[in-house]
């Protein structure tokens, strides 16, 4: 049973990835973002922890196999346990940045192309900061999680890369 998380900094690729994984595997996909913000909140706010796992408690309860995609650390902990598959996307600043750019519209994220583009100079100085960080959505995070996984994992470098 395939159950496969995917990980890097925004703009990394991993959306684009996981859709095509959930795709190739036939399974169910969970971008974290719909589940680790409120929104209710302006400026955008992150939900607890616990409120979050409760958020995402249904989705692994309805679905055996299935493919997990995000930044936050702090989230992946919560179904590392039962991935079967690692993926880190770690392709540098600069692929990063030019796919924020290059990005399509997100409509579970933004309710118009505009909103999206407002945002992209925050997106794109938060992408900036990844190395810089020392949260939950850093580097040192994502390389603290790749590290301690012992099963079947692979990083990938570039955005040339097989599903």
Known sequence: MPRVVIFGNSGSGKSTLAAEKAELLDCAHLDLDTVAWDPEITPPTRLSL???AKLMAPFLEDNETWVIEGCYADLLELVIPGCTEMVFLNPGMAVCAANCRNRPWEPHKYDSPEEQEANLDMLLNWVEQYTQRTDEVSLQAHRRLFDRFSGV?????????QA
Do not use: V
């Open 50 to 52: 616990a409120a979050s």
């Open 153 to 161: 994992k692979r990083e990938y470098t570039s955005n040339k890369r």
